[in-house]
């Protein structure tokens, strides 16, 4: 199965609390932040340039430029909330910008402060030192069928992230969610606080999770929406969690069926997966056909809408079955599920060493969700790091012991991952949504009220909290 890099790890962990000492120096013979209007603003935002190092084992090394936007509380401060909104690489400044609204109520008492990532830069809309490559989006491949088809996965992998680490291969290598993790530390610092108050949204809850890990002492809260886990001491458990949930969103649409005239559709669907794995299911556009996990990840991101999508993917389910998998073809963007070059996940997941690897995996998670298989899991998401140039610096790992009281939120699969990281510290607690959707705070009233009591008074809603 998987296997994460034991020495790596090590180091990393040696390296989180071995860098401390002078990254503290290093902040405090900078001086204090100077803030001036962010570029095109609108809103009142202000901004600063922190330099950091890019690698953080070399902290009198060279230096980037980590771009922060501040909107000042409308009360009197009571401190800093840090916000990212994920992606990897979602632009925290232009994010913020444009739903400044969000904040509204916990700016009455705290100011909410961002940055734009290491490395996303200008095509990801950041203001930060950008690593200057073409972020390529491509298909996400097929499992190698054997030895060879690996190979040439290997070489195909090797050379998107090639022509992407050429151009600065220094960044390239300090990319992960824990070097994201050190920059939240020097933010920190930089705002001269005492400890961190975080929201991580999606992505960025991996952020936060390695700060955790990194900077246990200098939490004071942290809250976790709509994310997934990066601190699983058995990763290969972790994967049959996600399948799992995979599989109940596909349950969920199967059980709505029963009684909104598609009860045929729950027996069709396991022979179309079982004959698009032997052929290609046809669509009427040139050159479009479908396999099996192309077909169980268009599924899945129509399932994960809830009923408004249910008809919808009955009707394509139907007609994929007659032979046309026209309905599946989404109406704009790429035609396969495709991914971006992944320079941070590439990172952060362990990924497969070999075919023997790749197939048990493949086989174990089918046997726990039968109907989706690996589709929309971290295991069919590396196929695309195999043959990657950088290894896996920064694999998933526990917690430590230690941690303040944490806030989980999340929609149908998410709450249930974070909760399985927030299980780790005692006295956490997880904010519930039955419903689809992605993150909580900025669309659910109720998760917004309990997130900004928890960074304001520390005060946790009640266990299983449904909102």
Known sequence: ???????????????????????????????PQEWQTCPNDKIGMECTDLQVPVDWQKPDGRKITLKLGRLKATGKSEGSVLVAYG?????????????????????????????????????????????????????????????ADFGRLSDTNRGYA???????????????????????????????????????????????????????????????????????????????????????????????????????VPALWPKLIARADRTPIPTKTANVAYRARDLQSFALALARQGAPAWPKLAQAIRKAAKGDASDFVPERGARYPDQSTGVTECADWPRFANRTELSATTKRLLRVAPNTGTANTIASGTLGCIGWPQPVTNPPAPLPKGLPPM????????????????????????????????TLYGFNACARDHINAYF????????????
């Open 407 to 438: 806030l989980g939120a999340g929609t149908w699969g998410e709450s249930d991952a974070v909760e399985r990281v927030l299980s780790q510290v005692p006295g956490s607690t997880t904010i519930h949504h039955d419903g689809p959707g992605h």
């Open 456 to 467: 304001t008074d520390r005060t946790l809603p009640p266990a299983k909290t449904q909102c």
């Open 87 to 147: 992606g990897p690489g979602g632009p925290g400044i232009a994010i913020t910008q444009s739903s400044p609204g969000w904040w509204a109520k916990l700016r009455e008492r705290m100011d909410i402060v961002t940055w734009d990532t290491r490395g996303y830069g200008e095509q990801f809309s950041g203001l930060s030192t950008g690593l200057p490559c073409t972020w390529t989006r491509i298909p996400i491949p097929d499992a190698p069928r054997n030895d």
């Open 1 to 31: 199965m998987f296997k994460p890099l034991t020495i790596t790890l090590t180091l990393g962990t040696l390296l989180g609390t071995g860098l401390h000492a002078p990254a503290t120096a290093a902040a405090a013979a900078s001086g």
């Open 162 to 264: 090639e022509a992407c680490r050429h151009q600065d291969p220094e960044l390239f290598a300090n990319m992960s969610s824990a070097d994201q993790a050190r920059d939240m530390e020097a933010i920190r610092k930089a705002l001269g606080a005492e400890k961190l108050n975080y929201y991580g949204a999606s992505y960025a809850g991996f952020y936060g999770q390695d700060y955790a890990r990194l900077f246990p002492n200098r939490v004071r809260t942290m809250v976790l929406d709509g994310t997934w886990s990066h601190s699983a001491a058995d990763w290969e458990g972790e994967l049959e969690e996600m399948a799992k949930s995979n599989e109940e969103f596909l349950r969920r649409f199967f059980t709505w069926c029963a009684t909104n005239d598609c009860d045929d």
